[in-house]
């Protein structure tokens, strides 16, 4: 199995649009709810794991005198540096309610510990 495509290089082949990256960062501005939201034909991601997974976009997003155009920005670019939640490979393969490996990049360490399925915790 491969490593599956951050969403900057589907978005590198046109897999995802501009204007599908500025609803995804508009929905999570507007309603930032975790789990999984559709960004494009077989793809999905949840911005929430995405944001408690990438520091300089949180600590953006806390600071009082940043603007809409730099939290913007910090999202923009958070959701391009990660993972899908699933795509259409995983999609058939993925239970409800199961989180995927994909999903679990974004997750801190210390959520994924104890899953004994997570192979990275024997090599801890």
Same mark, same amino acid.
């Given at each position: 199995?491969?490593?599956?495509?951050?969403?900057?290089?589907?978005?590198?082949?046109?897999?995802?649009?501009?204007?599908?990256?500025?609803? $995804?960062?508009?929905?999570?501005?507007?309603?930032?709810?975790?789990?999984?939201?559709?960004?494009? /034909?077989?793809?999905?991601?949840?911005?929430? $794991?995405?944001?408690?997974?990438?520091?300089?976009?949180? /600590?953006?997003? $806390?600071?009082?005198?940043?603007? /809409?155009?730099?939290?913007?920005?910090?999202?923009?670019?958070?959701?391009?540096? $990660?993972?899908?939640?699933?795509?259409?490979?995983?999609?058939?393969?993925? /239970?409800?309610?199961?989180?995927?490996?994909?999903?679990?990049?974004?997750?801190?360490?210390?959520?994924?510990?104890?899953?004994?399925?997570?192979?990275?915790?024997?090599?801890?």
């Amino acid at each position: 199995m491969h490593d599956p495509l951050t969403i900057e290089q589907l978005y590198k082949s046109k897999r995802v649009t501009d204007e599908q990256l500025d609803a $995804a960062v508009t929905n999570f501005l507007n309603d930032p709810e975790p789990g999984a939201r559709p960004l494009a /034909e077989g793809i999905a991601i949840d911005v929430c $794991a995405i944001m408690a997974a990438n520091p300089h976009a949180r /600590e953006v997003l $806390a600071a009082r005198n940043s603007s /809409e155009a730099q939290m913007r920005v910090a999202v923009r670019t958070a959701i391009l540096l $990660a993972w899908p939640a699933w795509s259409v490979d995983a999609a058939a393969s993925q /239970e409800v309610g199961a989180t995927s490996p994909a999903t679990e990049h974004h997750m801190p360490r210390r959520e994924r510990q104890g899953r004994p399925e997570d192979p990275a915790i024997d090599d801890q």
